[in-house]
């Protein structure tokens, strides 16, 4: 879904549902489509795109910093490739997105948690190697590697 008639719409509510995009993008015109993208860190995003692209320029404009149920939507004309631009700097060796590891997402930890918390003995096979990142005071995340 790409085009001068998509937006971009970021920093999304966890529970956003594609009815609540709809009603707050039809006032601008025809929607062809919309696509809600849940990714293992939040905020939640969405492409939307509309049968004009006049339409999608306008409602960049219109709702752009735009208060949705306490949080500050991005929306902007969507871009080719990824919506937050090239990555940058050099690209990240191992322990990222996949190939040999597990991640475990741990949610609602008590606000007095630290990464000192999360330290774990793993073992995976033969390797004994664990990284853990604390994003928020009551998530954590564990990438256990082979």
Excluded at 74 to 92: H, I, M, W
């Amino acid at each position: 879904m790409r085009g001068p008639a998509v937006v971009y719409v970021g920093n999304l509510p966890n529970d956003i549902k594609e009815k609540e995009i709809q009603d707050l993008f039809e006032k601008f015109g025809s929607i062809r489509a919309i696509d809600i993208k849940i990714p293992p860190r939040p905020p939640p995003f969405a492409f939307v795109e509309f049968s004009d692209p006049r339409d999608a320029e306008e409602a960049a404009q219109a709702r752009d910093g735009y208060d949705f149920y306490g949080t500050t939507l991005r929306v902007e004309l969507a871009r080719g490739g990824n919506p937050r631009g090239p990555p940058r700097g050099p690209p990240r060796r191992g322990g990222g997105g996949g190939g040999s590891g597990y991640r475990v997402l741990i949610r609602g930890l008590p606000p007095s948690a630290s990464w000192q918390d999360l330290k774990v003995r793993c073992e995976v096979g033969s390797s004994k190697s664990c990284r853990h990142s604390l994003s928020r005071a009551d998530v954590a995340t564990l990438l256990m590697l082979a």
